[in-house]
């Protein structure tokens, strides 16, 4: 080391103190990305080097594709800012955490109109509450086969080809067989005489979606329940439903309460919400409710001694944040059932504005229109000239993220870009992006041929 790099290296930390920000030596030599670096840099230094990598993510809020919250009052910023350091899992430290975490279960299990006995579990999301409904399927099969003396080695679930990822995943981890009901060119939902007629006394339940991914639309639920009835009556099975509930958990309470769809259906007997999408916290919540204590099988439960307290748990994860939960209860104090309302109006009130735009637009023909879940997908009627993936990048050219994607089997044939409202989506938003859709649009319709991009008109090169 020379006299002039020792001097320099001690001499630091005192003159950063007068450094501008980007004045620093951090901020003209690479930061080490994959070993852990040598020495410390200032916490302003690390705070900027992290936020502007980070600034190129993109902005969340003009994210069409996700369902999951991007905006929350800056009052349950502040509460879920103060609850970082709550771990969710120590309920016998946290007692109030624990007791608003079960108020919340009560909560949403009176949403969904559940009896008295009903039970249930927050979870990181959907995904992990699905594992747990899933699994409390296998497990309430496995007994009803071995009391009548039955195999259990081949048990199989019935679900659309529609289903998000997380049900192939469960089947795939829990070896359970996917009888998988085939979506049709013109229909995005299962067909509920070809779902019960996949039923054999393999079949742990069926699963049922309220809001799909793919289009937004609820599957017919009460008529797959119906049936489902007067099948378990004719065979002796006892096939349960179980309604995955991520996305519309949250709307249908509020924009539809007399649509049959939850636990009015007594076949149903279980139901999974994320609170992060319409129940309108940031990621890492889910709720998961059961009809009643009997369709959790005791012994998936445990109970763990924990600090001199009895803690019953089912759950995947053993650590998790408190204040997801603390950030769900601050919107149910907050808002009620008529904020609720309020909010999921507008949003399919815009929905229904921005789908009905773009289907005057001319090249574009609606899949759905956003009068369930605020979320629409659409196709292009001639999709010779441009693509739908073509349409989706040009679209991020002006900051907004629309994705394109093929729909499931049965009507793979098909390639649509969705659109999904949040919280946060004004009708004004919505304005601006059917300005800068129709730029796109005619920018692409008047490109000459293959190859050559055209640029915007009012573009000069001055
Ligand atoms: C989002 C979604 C899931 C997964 O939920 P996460 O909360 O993201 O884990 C499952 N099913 C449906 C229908 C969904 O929309």
């Known amino acids: 080391m020379t006299d002039f790099e020792k001097t320099n290296k001690i001499a630091e930390p005192i003159s950063s103190v007068l450094t501008p920000s980007y004045g620093g030596r951090m901020m003209r030599e690479s930061v080490p990305k994959f070993r852990l670096p040598d020495g410390e840099m200032e916490a302003d230094t690390a705070y900027r080097v992290i936020n502007d990598e980070l600034m190129l993510d993109g902005n969340a809020r003009l994210n069409l594709a996700t369902f999951v919250t991007t905006w929350m009052e800056p009052q349950a910023e502040r509460l879920m800012a103060q609850t970082f350091d709550k771990n969710l899992i120590d309920k016998d430290e946290y007692p109030n955490t624990a007791m608003i975490e079960e108020r919340c279960i009560k909560i949403i299990a009176n949403l969904f109109n559940a009896p008295e006995n009903s039970t249930g579990s927050s979870a990181i999301g959907s995904s992990e509450a699905v594992m747990l409904a899933g699994m409390a399927f296998k497990w309430k099969w496995r007994d009803r086969q071995k009391a009548k003396g039955k195999p259990t080695d081949r048990p199989n679930l019935i679900l659309g080809t529609n289903v998000q990822v997380v049900w192939e995943k469960f089947c795939r981890y829990w070896d359970v067989e996917a009888r998988y009901v085939p979506m049709a060119p013109d229909r995005y939902v299962i067909d509920p005489q070809e779902t019960i007629s996949k039923i054999d006394e393999n079949t742990i339940g069926i699963v049922a979606i309220l809001g799909t991914t793919y289009t937004g639309e609820y599957e017919p639920i009460k008529a797959v329940h119906d049936l489902l009835v007067a099948s378990n009556e004719e065979t002796g099975f006892e096939v349960p439903l179980h309604v995955d509930a991520a996305s519309g958990g949250f709307v249908a309470p509020f924009l539809e309460p007399e649509l049959e769809w939850d636990f009015r259906l007594p076949l149903i007997k279980s139901i999974n919400v994320s ?97 369930t879940i605020p979320v629409f997908a659409f196709k292009l009627k001639n999709p010779d000239k441009y693509s739908v993936y073509t349409l989706s990048s040009h679209l991020r050219m002006h900051g907004w993220q629309v994705p394109a994607y093929t729909m499931p089997e049965g009507a793979e044939d098909i390639h649509v870009l969705r659109i999904v409202l949040r919280e946060g989506f004004s009708r004004d938003m919505a304005e601006l992006l059917v300005k800068d859709l129709t730029k796109t649009i005619d920018n692409l319709e008047n490109q000459s041929g293959a190859g050559g991009e055209q640029p915007a008109r009012h573009f000069a090169h001055t």
């Open 275 to 371: 609170g992060h999408k319409y129940g309108l916290v940031y990621p890492g919540v889910g709720w998961i409710v059961w009809r009643d204590k009997s369709d959790l099988p005791e012994d998936l439960i445990f109970h763990v001694d924990y600090l001199g307290g009895d803690m019953p748990t089912f759950t995947l994860n053993f650590s998790r944040p408190g204040n997801q939960i603390v950030g769900q209860y601050y919107n149910f104090l907050r808002l009620g059932r008529d904020g609720y309302t309020r909010i999921m109006d507008n949003l399919r009130s815009v929905a229904l504005y921005l789908s009905q735009t773009i289907a005057q637009m001319g090249p574009f023909e609606l899949l759905s229109d956003g009068s």
